[in-house]
Antibody, heavy 116, light 110 residues
C-alpha cells in the first residue's frame, strides 16, 4: 500500500500548479482520498476529501474557489489543482487515504513554494 | 471557524505517563467526532495512532490509548519511551463532512 505525490515546485504568486498522487497496493476506487498540507514550522491542515467514485467532495473554506480535488480511478491517481497561489500556500502537501474517519495511509509529501 | 485546541507542549520522563487533550473552540468532543490521533517526527509524514476515539492502528504499541475525558478527546502515553518524542495531532470529523486538525502538541521525553 503506497501513495506517491509529485508535481510540487517553485511557483510565482498568482500562479497555478497541479499536484498528483499515485496510489498502489489497494483498490483505489473503493476509498475516499484526501489532501493535507503543512506550512513550514506549522501544524497539519486538512484541505479536501473526495469520495471513491468522485461524486462527493468536501473542502476547507479557505481554499474553496482556488483549489480543486479530483481523481482518475482508471489511473489510480488523485489530483489537486491549485490556482491563484499565495505565499501562505507554501507548504508540504500530503495525499492520504481517508478510511473510516481516519487518514490511514500517507504519502511522503511534495513541496510547494510560492515566491517571486 | 472551528478551532481544535491542543496543549502546545508536554514534557514526560522515560517510563512516565502523559495525557494529551483535544478540545473544540465551541462545544464538546464526543465519539460522534470520530477523534483520531497522529504522530509526526520532523521531516516525516504523519503516522496514524488511534482512530474512532480509542482504536489503535495496526502495529501501534499498547502504551498508546485514546479516550474521551470530560468534553475533550484524549491520547494517553503510558510508559513513555525515547522514541515517543514527536509532535502529536488530533483530528475531528465535523458534521459538515469536513475534518479539522488540532493545533498539535510537541512531546519531549527527558
Amino acid at each position: 500500500v503506497q501513495l506517491v505525490e509529485s508535481g510540487g515546485g517553485l511557483v510565482q504568486p498568482g500562479g497555478s500548479l497541479r499536484l498528483s498522487c499515485a496510489a498502489s497496493g489497494f483498490t483505489f476506487s473503493n476509498y475516499w482520498m484526501a489532501w493535507v498540507r503543512q506550512a513550514p514550522g506549522k501544524g497539519l491542515e486538512w484541505l479536501a476529501t473526495i469520495k471513491g467514485d468522485g461524486s462527493e467532495i468536501f473542502q476547507v473554506d479557505s481554499v474553496k474557489g482556488r483549489f480543486t480535488i479530483s481523481r482518475d480511478n482508471a489511473k489510480n491517481s488523485l489530483f489537486l489543482q491549485m490556482s491563484s497561489l499565495r505565499a501562505e500556500d507554501t507548504a508540504v502537501y500530503y495525499c492520504a487515504r481517508d478510511n473510516d474517519y481516519k487518514m490511514d495511509v500517507w504519502g511522503q509529501g511534495t513541496t510547494v513554494t510560492v515566491s517571486s | 471557524q472551528t478551532v481544535v485546541t491542543q496543549e502546545p507542549s508536554f514534557s514526560v520522563s522515560p517510563g512516565g505517563t502523559v495525557t494529551l487533550t483535544c478540545g473544540l473552540s465551541s462545544g464538546s468532543v464526543s465519539t460522534n467526532s470520530y477523534p483520531s490521533w497522529y504522530q509526526q517526527t520532523p521531516g516525516q509524514a504523519p503516522r496514524t495512532l488511534i482512530y474512532r476515539t480509542n482504536t489503535r492502528s495496526p502495529g501501534v504499541p499498547d502504551r498508546f490509548s485514546g479516550s474521551i475525558l470530560g468534553n475533550k478527546a484524549a491520547l494517553t502515553i503510558t510508559g513513555a519511551q525515547a522514541d515517543d518524542e514527536s509532535d502529536y495531532y488530533c483530528v475531528l470529523y465535523m458534521s459538515s463532512g469536513t475534518y479539522v486538525f488540532g493545533t498539535g502538541t510537541k512531546v519531549t521525553v527527558l
